[in-house]
């Protein structure tokens, strides 16, 4: 496994992550969540990450049970806010209120004293990010959280939350956790230059697009058992199973091959060597998947298949 620092902080992450959305808690029996996360910690992944909406605070809970049987100060754990977790009108959003309360009961779900990395999941326009920074900076200094990042804010919204932690001279943000794969690629243009500006790193989701990098679905196979399959978890899929995608899909397959590696493989690796990321966070539902996805910190990409691979999604 290779370990890369988060930002501008000290603290070094796995470039490979664990996540726990739509798995661990949910549609994933806990028994084999249990070998996924044994899985994880044998191969030297240290990041475990997850959110309280994640099936309403059962992912959080099934990771805390499963990573009470590990050595708390080798793991990064890292928990989300946001999102409403019941319809009280407080109960969401980034206002201190919610975020001192989400804290609290995500320590208690994740059966930890302390968060090492404290996400806001989303922008909250209703909060001001004073009030955000001012928060994060609090719940540190009173020890529950390490760090805290944000997910899906903009160039514009990180540059915001940064300069309000040097005017109150707290605690900046030092990551942002946004979606970014071989086919979805958007935050190359402002959002990763200002986080290796501001010295926030990225920890990125769906690095396979949610299965589709993996070549499983290249000739319209729809194994029965796949996400793809479940009209429940395959919302975001079925919008880039375009014509244009597959057939990327099947010239990078090509590239993978000649570089004689798994298409996974080659587009973890890519995503893992690009400029401001500081590591990939994968989805498993097998040890085997678990295994395979950290295997991919020591595949080299040179330079011809680099090439290769841009030529493959022109």
């Given amino acids: 496994m290779r370990y890369s620092r988060l930002g501008n902080s000290g603290l070094k992450v796995s470039v490979v992550g664990l996540g726990s959305w739509l798995t661990y808690g949910n549609a994933v029996e806990e028994a084999h969540a249990k070998e996924c996360v044994r899985a994880a910690v044998d191969a030297g992944i240290n990041l475990f990450d997850t959110a309280d909406v994640y099936a309403k605070g059962e992912a959080e809970a099934c990771l805390g049970r499963l990573l009470a049987e590990h050595r708390r100060e080798r793991l990064v754990v890292a928990t989300k806010l946001f999102w409403p977790m019941s319809d009280d009108p407080n109960d969401a959003g980034l206002s201190r209120k919610h975020i001192m309360e989400s804290c609290a009961a995500s320590l208690r779900r994740l059966r ?19 009030e955000v920074v001012r928060a994060m900076d609090d719940l540190a ?15 514009e919204q990180l540059e915001a939350a940064v300069e309000s932690a040097r005017r109150q001279n707290a605690l900046p943000p030092i990551s942002n956790q946004p979606p970014y794969n071989l086919l979805q690629r958007e935050i190359e243009e402002s959002v990763i230059p200002a986080g290796e500006r501001l010295g ?17 679905y290249r000739h319209g196979d729809l194994p029965a058992e796949s996400r793809l399959a479940n009209d429940r978890l395959n919302r975001w899929m079925k919008e880039r ?52 996805n950290a295997s991919a910190a020591d595949v080299e990409l040179d330079e011809a298949t680099r090439a290769a691979i841009e030529a493959a999604l022109a």
């Fill in 141 to 155: 200094r009173q020890g529950k959280i390490l760090y805290w990042g944000v997910s899906c804010w903009t160039a």
């Fill in 112 to 130: 930890t004293d302390y968060i090492d990395l404290y996400q806001c999941h989303r922008y909250d326009p209703e909060t001001p990010v004073d």
């Fill in 200 to 216: 926030v790193g990225q920890i990125v989701y769906s690095p396979l697009a949610q299965g589709l990098l993996t070549g499983k």
């Fill in 241 to 292: 199973m375009t014509p244009d995608n597959l057939a990327r899909i099947d010239r990078l397959a090509k590239v993978a091959a000649d570089a004689g590696v798994s298409l996974t493989r080659l587009a973890l690796a890519w995503c893992q060597r690009q400029p401001g990321v500081c590591s990939t966070i994968t989805g498993a539902t097998r040890a085997e998947q678990v295994r395979q």
